[in-house]
Nanobody, 124 residues
Framework: QVQLVESGGGLVQAGGSLRLSCAASGRTFGIYAMGWFRQAPGKEREFVATISWSGGNADYADSAKGRFTISRDNAKNTFYLQMNTLKPEDTANYCC?????????????????WGQGTQVTVSS
């Protein structure tokens, strides 16, 4: 099993920044990719960003490109989502996820393990 714990969410004004963290532990050997997804009330879960377990091959949803950066601290097995120039429409519960293997890293159903999520609220 792999355990994922997110942190770093909160309330921020539009235009502000937040950095989300996802600490991975347990049997992480064999994890292929990490992803960040978000879900707003009344909406479907949507892809935000993904990165390979080694820290390369980052990819982003169009809504995140140019504003968000996904990265990894190899020493800590921790992944980050730096979010800048936040907008009210970024308000959602953000979850990190781990996939043992996937050819579609932007698909939530390709991921095997999920954290509980951290709430991000952006006020206008």
């Amino acid at each position: 099993q792999v355990q994922l714990v997110e942190s770093g969410g909160g309330l921020v004004q539009a235009g502000g920044s937040l950095r989300l963290s996802c600490a991975a532990s347990g049997r992480t050997f064999g994890i292929y990719a990490m992803g960040w997804f978000r879900q707003a009330p009344g909406k479907e879960r949507e892809f935000v960003a993904t990165i390979s377990w080694s820290g390369g091959n980052a990819d982003y949803a169009d809504s995140a490109k140019g504003r968000f950066t996904i990265s990894r601290d190899n020493a800590k097995n921790t992944f980050y989502l730096q979010m800048n120039t936040l907008k009210p429409e970024d308000t959602a519960n953000y979850c990190c996820a781990a996939a043992k293997y996937t050819s579609r890293r932007d698909h939530a159903n390709e991921y095997d393990y999920w954290g509980q999520g951290t709430q991000v609220t952006v006020s206008s």
